[in-house]
């Protein structure tokens, strides 16, 4: 009978923090110098300082959410012992959608005050949550990657809020429609799920055991 090909989790962790370094460079490049002029007063060049602060707040909002994907990933390929070729491209899949962030933000930075900007930004949202959920949701229970020593509570954590954040993403999304305002504290409120950290306990030696 053949036996599946196991491999390391480092490449894609390597790989992966790589790409994560890109998408926040391109957050970066985003930023418009204000149009200063030398005769113009201190008043004048202050208001054209404010006219980039979208810009300045979306980069900000963005760098918050790019830090919180990678740590919550770093931790999810903590908690799995070993990878194989499918979850290289769900992982590549999820890598995908985190290096989108940049078009919606640019829309936010550009366009704060029109619904397509909230719309634009929950749909990539939703989406890396959703990619995110596949490779938890393969690796912990399709192949059996996880380390057996993870706790239930664990894995159930990382895996609920996932579906919590895809919930409200949704709702925003359809909100951006009637309030940007709400849709954009919607998202604010997913930043500060996936701040928590994500619980990382050992199982009791007794279920360890029961399940070897």
Same mark, same amino acid.
């Given at each position: 009978?053949?036996?599946?090909?196991?491999?390391?989790?480092?490449?894609?962790?390597?790989?992966?923090?790589?790409?994560?370094?890109?998408?926040?460079? #391109?957050?970066?490049?985003?930023?418009?110098?204000?149009?200063?002029?030398?005769?113009?007063?201190?008043?004048?060049?202050?208001?054209?300082?404010?006219?980039?602060?979208?810009?300045?707040?979306?980069?900000?909002?963005?760098?918050?959410?790019?830090?919180?994907?990678?740590?919550?990933?770093?931790?999810?390929?903590?908690?799995?012992?070993?990878?194989?070729?499918?979850? #290289?491209?769900?992982?590549?899949?999820?890598?995908?959608?985190?290096?989108?962030?940049?078009?919606?933000?640019?829309?936010?930075?550009?366009?704060?005050?029109?619904?397509?900007?909230?719309?634009?930004?929950?749909?990539?949202?939703?989406?890396?949550?959703?990619?995110?959920?596949?490779?938890?949701?393969?690796?912990?229970?399709?192949?059996?990657?996880?380390?057996?020593?993870?706790?239930?509570?664990?894995?159930?954590?990382?895996?609920?809020?996932?579906?919590?954040?895809?919930?409200?993403?949704?709702?925003?999304?359809?909100?951006?429609?009637?309030?940007?305002?709400?849709?954009?504290?919607?998202?604010?409120?997913?930043?500060?799920?996936?701040?928590?950290?994500?619980?990382?306990?050992?199982?009791?030696?007794?279920?360890?055991?029961?399940?070897?």
């Amino acid at each position: 009978m053949a036996r599946n090909f196991y491999i390391s989790t480092t490449r894609i962790e390597a790989f992966s923090d790589g790409v994560f370094a890109i998408v926040i460079t #391109l957050l970066a490049f985003q930023f418009k110098v204000p149009k200063f002029t030398s005769d113009a007063s201190l008043g004048q060049n202050y208001h054209e300082l404010l006219k980039i602060s979208p810009n300045l707040i979306g980069f900000v909002f963005s760098f918050l959410f790019v830090a919180v994907f990678w740590v919550n990933h770093h931790q999810l390929y903590h908690s799995i012992k070993e990878a194989n070729s499918r979850l #290289l491209w769900y992982n590549i899949h999820l890598l995908f959608w985190i290096t989108m962030l940049p078009f919606p933000i640019a829309i936010v930075g550009d366009h704060p005050h029109m619904a397509i900007a909230p719309i634009s930004l929950g749909i990539v949202l939703m989406m890396c949550c959703v990619a995110a959920y596949i490779v938890r949701r393969y690796s912990y229970f399709k192949a059996k990657l996880v380390n057996e020593e993870l706790s239930e509570d664990s894995i159930n954590d990382g895996l609920n809020k996932n579906i919590i954040a895809i919930i409200l993403n949704v709702i925003a999304i359809f909100t951006a429609v009637y309030s940007v305002y709400i849709a954009y504290s919607i998202f604010f409120i997913v930043l500060g799920l996936f701040i928590i950290p994500q619980k990382l306990e050992r199982r009791s030696r007794t279920s360890i055991n029961k399940k070897s």
